[in-house]
């Protein structure tokens, strides 16, 4: 189970909204090794696409050695469906190379009246997708 607060949960959806038509993604850092997401990172789609979000490789790097040095894993890791439902595509499961993380998927499809919005959470390990439950609390 994803437990985060409302804050967070709000904050992620928020950016999903804002960057529409457009993927977003970004990631939620927490202290290693407590799986608690607390710190909101959004990022840039470098692929700038309503189809697909990649990571730009210079700002990935630079998160990961701000991860290191502050002590934190990347709890979520999370983006958009912007036509589609928030389930994992073939190349998001390619591209899940967290096996520790949340990754939570937001369909904003409802913005462009094609479908109900959804913010969903899965576990993806070896090519497996496992969806979990998402519990939102006002804190830890």
Known sequence: MLTLTQALYDQ????????HPDEACGVVAGPAGTGRPERFIPMLNAARSPTFYEFDSKDLLKL?????????????????????????SRTDVTY???PGA?????????????GEFQFRSYR????????????????Y
């Open 12 to 19: 992620i959806v928020e950016h999903a909204r804002k960057d």
């Open 64 to 88: 990961y050695r701000e991860l290191d040095d502050r002590d934190e894993d990347p709890v979520i890791v999370y983006h958009s469906h912007t036509a589609t439902e928030a389930y994992p």
């Open 96 to 98: 899940a190379n967290e």
């Open 102 to 114: 949340h990754y939570v998927l937001v369909s904003t499809a409802d913005q462009d009246g094609l």
């Open 124 to 139: 993806i390990v070896d090519g497996v997708i496992t969806e979990e439950e998402v519990q939102v609390v006002a804190g």
